[in-house]
C-alpha cells in the first residue's frame, strides 16, 4: 500500500497570513498544500490566482497542489506552472481537449491530476489513466469548504483500484470536501492515498494542524 498523504486545503486558512499559514503546515508534516483556484464561473467562488501562488511559492520548500476549478482551464495552465505549481490538477469538463490539456502540463514537466466531481463518471477519463499522475475524486460539489462529505462517491474509488491492477497502471488517488477523523479511515481503506482537507487540519483541536494532520494519517 501508498504512503498516505496528506494536502492541507489553504482554503480555511488565514487569508491575511497566508505565508505564516504555510510555513506552519510545512512545519506540522504537511506532504503538499492543496491550493484551490476558483474563478465565480466553473464553481460559484473566487479565489486566488497566479501571482498570489507565485508570491508564496517564493517562501516554502513544499509542494504545491494546485487544483483549478477555472474554465476554459487550457490558456492558464502556463500560467500557473509558472506561478510554481507542482501538481496540476483540472476538471474534464473544464477544457474543450482533455488530451491536449494533459500533454500541455506535462510539457511544462509538471504532475498532471485529472479530478472528477460527484455526478462525473469514470469513463471520461478510462482512455488517459495510463498518462496521468492522479485522480482527485471529489466527496462535495467543488466551489466551498466545509461542506459534508458524499459517501457515495466512495465506490468510484474502488472502481479506479480495480482498473490499476487489471491495467497494470499506478496513480495517486487524492480525495477532497468534507474529510474527517471519522471517515479518513473509510477513503484509506477504500485506496485512497493523499487526503485532502481544509476545516478539518485548520478548526479542529484548536486549530492544532501538528495533530490533525497526524490524526487524519493514523488509521
Ligand atoms: C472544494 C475544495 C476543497 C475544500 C476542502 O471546492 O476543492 O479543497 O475546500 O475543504 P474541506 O476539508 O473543508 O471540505
Ligand atoms: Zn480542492
Known amino acids: 500500500?501508498?504512503?498516505?498523504q496528506i494536502s492541507p486545503s489553504i482554503l480555511s486558512a488565514d487569508f491575511s497570513?497566508?505565508?505564516?499559514e504555510i510555513k506552519k503546515l510545512e512545519d506540522a508534516g504537511a506532504d503538499m498544500i492543496h491550493v484551490d483556484v476558483m474563478d465565480g464561473h466553473f464553481v460559484p467562488n473566487l479565489t486566488i490566482g497566479p501571482p498570489v501562488i507565485k508570491a508564496l511559492k517564493k517562501h516554502s520548500n513544499v509542494l504545491f497542489d494546485v487544483h483549478l476549478m477555472i474554465s476554459?482551464?487550457?490558456?492558464y495552465i502556463e500560467a500557473y506552472s509558472d506561478a510554481g505549481a507542482d501538481i496540476i490538477t483540472i476538471h474534464p469538463e473544464a477544457t474543450d481537449n482533455l488530451n491536449s490539456s494533459i500533454s500541455k502540463i506535462k510539457e511544462l514537466k509538471k504532475k498532471v491530476g485529472v479530478s472528477l466531481n460527484p455526478e462525473t463518471k469514470i469513463d471520461i477519463i478510462l482512455d488517459v489513466l495510463d498518462q496521468i499522475d492522479l485522480v482527485l475524486i471529489?466527496?462535495?460539489?467543488?466551489?466551498?469548504g466545509g461542506q459534508k462529505f458524499m459517501p457515495e462517491v466512495l465506490s468510484k474509488i474502488k472502481e479506479l483500484k480495480k482498473i490499476q491492477k487489471a491495467k497494470k497502471i499506478d496513480f495517486d488517488i487524492e480525495i477532497d470536501?468534507?474529510?474527517?477523523?471519522?471517515n479518513s479511515k473509510t477513503v484509506i481503506e477504500a485506496g485512497a492515498?493523499?487526503?485532502v482537507s481544509g476545516t478539518t487540519i485548520f478548526k479542529?483541536?484548536?486549530?492544532?494542524?501538528k495533530k490533525n494532520i497526524e490524526l487524519l494519517k493514523s488509521k
Open 1 to 4: 500500500m501508498k504512503k498516505i
Open 17 to 20: 497570513q497566508l505565508g505564516q
Open 72 to 75: 476554459p482551464v487550457h490558456k
Open 138 to 144: 471529489m466527496s462535495v460539489n467543488p466551489g466551498f
Open 177 to 182: 470536501g468534507g474529510i474527517n477523523f471519522e
Open 193 to 195: 492515498n493523499i487526503l
Open 204 to 209: 479542529s483541536n484548536n486549530g492544532d494542524i
